[in-house]
């Protein structure tokens, strides 16, 4: 089945600093990943739509230069978190689907424990 | 826009019973999915169930049916033969059905599962 990878899996940074999370469809194509996070417990709510090729589109009240989505190819986004602070220790995680199954649920990546100290 | 609301916080079922999470939603939509997905502990979403709208015929994977009530906008998980392993937050997805995107997830706030010995 259709396998996606994140990684890293947990990350500690310190205030200030920058981290890039990385999200990969092993066995597929994906034109379009889906960035999510995920406060304790709490539902997930997407961040932004990542497309290959283009912009990113953001979800009203994300900080577009806070976190940066970079799609360069058809099997990889990353997120990068700029200038980390504590209120962005969350849960990421990444979804994504074959372009050539339009109509499969979205395979969702291990995602990615960040906490900011 | 659409929203998901699941109104159980919390639910809890003896092993080998039987128990039903709620989900309602809201669209204007006419063509769309439904989802169940599972998120036990290690934070990995597990497709659990899913609907196509324009079936009338309820989804059913093993232990797992639902419930689709499309005038009423519900759209109800029913597990059976309950399980230790199926101890985990449920959440209730919805999502835009147009054939050629990607469309994102929209979840509900989840219902956290207890099966107890």
């Known amino acids: 089945g259709a396998v996606v990878s994140q990684h890293p899996s947990r990350v500690i940074c310190k205030s200030g600093t920058s981290v890039k999370i990385e999200c990969r469809s092993l066995?597929?194509?994906?034109?379009?990943m889906f960035w999510y996070r995920q406060f304790p417990k709490q539902s997930l709510m997407l961040m932004a739509t990542s497309n290959e090729g283009s912009k990113a589109t953001y979800e009203q009240g994300v900080e577009k230069d806070k976190f940066l989505i970079n799609h360069a190819s058809l099997t990889l986004s990353t997120l990068t978190v700029t200038s980390a602070h504590p209120e962005d220790s969350s849960f990421y995680i990444c979804s994504a689907r074959g372009d050539t199954d339009h109509n499969s649920p979205l395979h969702f990546g291990n995602g990615t424990r960040l906490t900011v100290t | 826009a659409q929203t998901v609301t699941q109104s159980q916080p919390e639910m809890s079922v003896q092993e080998a019973e039987t128990v039903t999470l709620s989900c309602t939603y809201d669209?204007?939509?006419?063509?769309?999915?439904l989802f169940w997905y599972k998120q036990p502990p290690s934070r990995q979403m597990i497709l659990v169930i899913r609907q196509e709208a324009y079936k009338q015929q309820n989804a059913t994977e093993n232990r797992f049916s639902v419930n689709f009530q499309k005038a009423a906008k519900s759209f109800s998980l029913k597990i059976s033969d309950s399980q230790l392993g199926d101890t985990a937050m449920y959440f209730c997805?919805?999502?835009?059905?147009?054939?050629?995107?990607?469309?994102?997830?929209?979840f509900g706030t989840g219902t956290r599962l207890q099966v107890t010995l």
């Open positions: 997805a919805f999502m835009k059905g147009r054939a050629g995107t990607a469309s994102k997830l929209t």
């Open positions: 669209t204007s939509e006419n063509n769309y999915y």
């Open positions: 066995d597929f194509q994906a034109t379009t």
